[in-house]
């Protein structure tokens, strides 16, 4: 995990420093590409942040609350409920999103890291 979070790192930063190269050897604006890396280096820890926050389970509770308060109000056919207590019995489907959520954790945290530290970078340079 911790070899595809430096993996996504290395190669968005990479990305980042290619994308400023333009503004550095032409002179354009320096201040303005860092502060567009870092915003999306910002927008991509959060989002990592944000599968953590939902593949540990903190807020199952309250999403739960809000389903049961859902069903009050909006009435659902009989087929419909035993599809939706089928899909949530299958432990293929828990284990793929399980699966899915800590990848995209990952990627998007390595992502997001690799844009601050682009955006680090070309605020040293500059």
Same mark, same amino acid.
Request: aromatic share 10%.
């Given at each position: 995990?911790?070899?595809?979070?430096? &993996?996504?790192?290395?190669?968005?930063?990479?990305?980042?420093? &290619?994308?400023?190269?333009? /503004?550095?050897?032409?002179?354009? *604006?320096?201040?303005?590409?860092? $502060?567009?890396?870092?915003? #999306?280096? &910002?927008?991509?820890?959060?989002?990592?942040?944000?599968? /953590?926050?939902?593949? %540990?389970?903190? +807020?199952? +509770?309250? +999403?739960?609350?809000?389903? @049961?308060?859902?069903?009050?109000?909006?009435?659902? %056919?009989?087929? &419909?409920?035993? *599809? $939706?207590?089928? #899909?949530?019995? @299958? *432990?293929?489907? %828990?284990?793929?999103?399980?699966?899915?959520?800590? /990848?995209?954790?990952?990627?998007?945290?390595?992502?997001?890291?690799?844009?601050?530290?682009?955006?680090?970078?070309?605020?040293?340079? %500059?």
């Amino acid at each position: 995990m911790i070899l595809r979070f430096g &993996l996504s790192a290395l190669i968005v930063g990479t990305l980042g420093i &290619l994308y400023a190269t333009p /503004h550095l050897l032409y002179g354009r *604006e320096n201040m303005a590409t860092a $502060n567009l890396l870092f915003l #999306l280096g &910002l927008l991509g820890l959060v989002i990592g942040a944000i599968f /953590h926050v939902l593949q %540990s389970g903190f +807020l199952t +509770l309250f +999403l739960r609350g809000f389903a @049961d308060i859902r069903q009050l109000f909006i009435r659902q %056919s009989k087929a &419909l409920r035993e *599809e $939706n207590e089928r #899909l949530r019995s @299958d *432990e293929s489907l %828990s284990a793929w999103k399980t699966s899915m959520f800590r /990848h995209l954790k990952v990627y998007t945290s390595g992502c997001g890291a690799g844009l601050i530290l682009c955006s680090m970078i070309l605020m040293g340079i %500059s």
